[in-house]
Nanobody, 125 residues
């Protein structure tokens, strides 16, 4: 089993920055991917950025150029640096783990094996 704990959420003004972090513990495989999702109540969970242990990275187009994902393999921790935040970015952000590399279907939430409880991001105009 893999446990995930997110941190770093908060409230910022439009154009501000936040860095989210997700610490993984438990029975992690040598190869895996970790992906950040976000969700607004009543809407589907949306993949934001993912990275695997081979270095492959994927971004949702709406955040490309503004968000940067990084993976600390030694500490099994994934971070998401979010710059130029906009009100549309406000959501509950979740960290997800899959015991394989980043797949073509990386946006599919059903492909992931473990989830964190989420951290809230609020952006004011």
């Amino acid at each position: 089993q893999v446990q995930l704990v997110e941190s770093g959420g908060g409230s910022v003004q439009s154009g501000g920055s936040l860095t989210l972090s997700c610490a993984a513990s438990g029975s992690l495989r040598s190869w895996y991917c970790m992906t950040w999702f976000r969700q607004i109540p009543g809407k589907p969970r949306e993949a934001v950025a993912g990275m695997d242990t081979t270095g492959d990275i994927a971004y949702e187009k709406s955040v490309e150029g503004r968000f940067t994902i990084s993976l600390d393999k030694a500490r099994n921790r994934v971070s998401l640096q979010m710059n130029n935040l906009q009100p549309a970015d406000a959501a509950m952000y979740f960290c997800a783990y899959r015991w394989d590399g980043l797949l073509r279907a990386w946006r599919d939430a059903t492909e992931y094996d473990s989830w964190g409880q989420g951290t809230q991001v609020t952006v004011s105009s």
